[in-house]
C-alpha cells in the first residue's frame, strides 16, 4: 500500500506555470503514476500517466506540449509541471499509483488549481 499527498496547487493567472508534487509514503518504483483532474460539475480525466521506469509517458491529447509529468523513483516523487495555463485547466488534481501487476489503485486527496485573473 502507497500513501499519496499532493501539494503545489494555488491560484495563478492565465499563462503561468504550477508545478504540482506528489509524495509517496513508500517505494513508487512498481507503480505506474498518474495526474488526474476533477473540475466542477465534470468528471474525473486523465492528463499524464507515467510507467514504472520513467521513460514513457502519456497525456490527453489536448495538454500535450503544455503539461509534463515526471517522476523521482528515489525520492518516491511524482511532479506535474503546467505551462500556459489556461482558465479551463480549473479543477482539482489527483495523483494515483497503479501496480500494474494487481491493477489496485491509490489515492492522494488533491490539490486545487485555480487558473484565473
Known amino acids: 500500500q502507497v500513501h499519496l499527498v499532493e501539494s503545489g496547487g494555488g491560484l495563478v493567472q492565465p499563462g503561468g506555470s504550477l508545478t504540482l508534487s506528489c509524495e509517496a509514503s513508500?517505494?513508487?518504483?512498481?507503480?505506474?503514476m498518474n495526474w488526474y483532474r476533477q473540475a466542477p460539475g465534470k468528471e474525473r480525466e486523465l492528463v499524464a500517466r507515467?510507467?514504472?521506469?520513467?521513460?514513457?509517458?502519456t497525456y490527453t491529447d489536448s495538454l500535450k506540449g503544455r503539461f509534463t509529468i515526471s517522476r523521482d523513483n528515489f525520492q518516491n516523487m511524482v511532479y506535474l509541471q503546467m505551462n500556459s495555463l489556461k482558465p479551463e485547466d480549473t479543477a482539482v488534481y489527483y495523483c494515483?499509483?497503479?501496480?500494474?501487476?494487481?491493477?489496485?489503485?491509490?489515492w492522494g486527496q488533491g490539490t486545487q488549481v485555480t487558473v484565473s485573473s
Open positions: 494515483s499509483a497503479v501496480r500494474p501487476t494487481t491493477g489496485r489503485e491509490y
Open positions: 513508500g517505494s513508487i518504483r512498481s507503480y505506474t
Open positions: 507515467i510507467f514504472t521506469t520513467g521513460h514513457s509517458t
